[in-house]
């Protein structure tokens, strides 16, 4: 059975895994009015893997004999100033994520709770990986500056993720 505290504090990572997904995906609809298709199908791919994040969260919970609550999902934000803007966002918001990660590792641990402990595992290399990503991309933006071909040549590179 799983511990109320760790299910509860699970059941708000499947919120923020939520949230993060609308953020994405108000993104995609951002970068697509701006006509970046590829900036907008990398957020719309990123969308995507935050819902699996939620569901993997959804399905832990359920697995050990504890019951998801899920509760309502703030409206993200829906315009940035810049590609840079928003994907400086990005980048703190995986920041955030990462954050609340390494609470959940932290509470596994001070609740002796072992199996929650190595389930975290897998999320605590897949924030490094979301990190890494969003900053990639962050930095080229700052390299870019003002060079609209260099922003051209970004989008064309961020059409290819699938």
Partial sequence: MLNKKIQDTINTQINAETYSAYLYLSM???FESINLKGFANWMRVQAQEELVHAMKFY????????????R?????????????????????HEQKVTGMIYNLVNLAIE????ATHSFLQWF???????????????????LLGDAPGGL???????ATRE
């Fill in 124 to 142: 605590i290399s897949e924030q490094v990986e979301e990190e890494a990503s969003a900053n990639e991309i962050l930095q080229k933006l700052k």
């Fill in 152 to 158: 051209f040549m970004l989008d064309r590179d961020l």
């Fill in 28 to 30: 995609s609809a951002y």
């Fill in 111 to 114: 609740e002796r709770d072992h």
């Fill in 59 to 70: 399905d832990y919970v359920n697995g050990r004999g504890g019951r998801v609550v899920l």
């Fill in 72 to 92: 309502m999902v703030e409206g993200p934000p829906s315009e940035w100033n810049s590609p840079l803007a928003a994907l400086e966002h990005t980048y703190r």
